[in-house]
């Protein structure tokens, strides 16, 4: 069973940033695509950023040049640096962890609030 723990949320200012951090338990973390992802209230989850086991990532249109998403396979660890925060990136980020078909967990999220 693997387990997601997401943490960095938090109040920042329109402009700021902040990084997000996901630790995850288990074995299957260095196989696996790790994403971030976003629900804003009464918004759809979309994802924000996603990355593969052999590093190649893949960023949402409305993040791209503000977010990087990293990984530290030696510390089952995915980060999620994010710039220049803007007030509709307000929501809850989720961490997710994907291998296959059945192996796809989510972490119980972390909450970003962006004041104008």
């Known amino acids: 069973q693997v387990q997601l723990v997401e943490s960095g949320g938090g109040l920042v200012q329109y402009g700021g940033s902040l990084r997000l951090s996901c630790a995850a338990s288990g074995s299957i973390f260095r196989f696996s695509t790790m994403g971030w992802y976003r629900q804003a209230p009464g918004k759809q989850r979309e994802l924000v950023a996603r990355i593969t086991s052999g590093g190649s990532t893949t960023y949402a249109d409305s993040v791209k040049g503000r977010v990087t998403i990293s990984r530290d396979d030696a510390k089952n660890t995915v980060l999620l640096q994010m710039n220049s925060l803007k007030p509709e990136d307000t929501a809850v980020y989720y961490c997710?962890?994907?291998?296959?078909?059945?192996?796809?967990?989510w972490g119980k999220g972390t909450l970003v609030t962006v004041s104008s």
């Open positions: 997710n962890l994907f291998l296959a078909k059945g192996l796809d967990y």
